[in-house]
């Protein structure tokens, strides 16, 4: 038997897929897709707290977060969540 926690969520979605595990598929598959914008948003926010006010005005500080922001919002509905 496999162990779905030494798996990626990518390898898990496939192995999902081929024993017929739809519905958990497409949860692994949401999985994947909330850990990739998870890493882009704490990209673009370790890149605000490396800038100085020579690199990035408070402007483009405020930009760069809202924007780290949307990247997780367009992976994941925050009120599904809740139900």
């Known amino acids: ?34 850990q990739r914008a998870l890493g882009q948003a704490v990209a673009a926010l370790e890149a605000i707290a490396e800038s100085n006010n020579d690199t990035m005005n408070a402007k483009q500080r405020r930009g760069a977060a809202a924007e780290a922001l949307a990247i997780i919002g367009q992976s994941i509905d925050l009120w599904e969540l809740e139900r």
């Open 1 to 34: 038997m496999i162990n779905l926690e030494n798996l990626t969520a990518t390898e898990a979605e496939a192995l999902a897929y081929s024993d017929g595990f739809t519905g958990t598929a497409r949860l692994f598959a949401r999985i994947d897709n909330l």
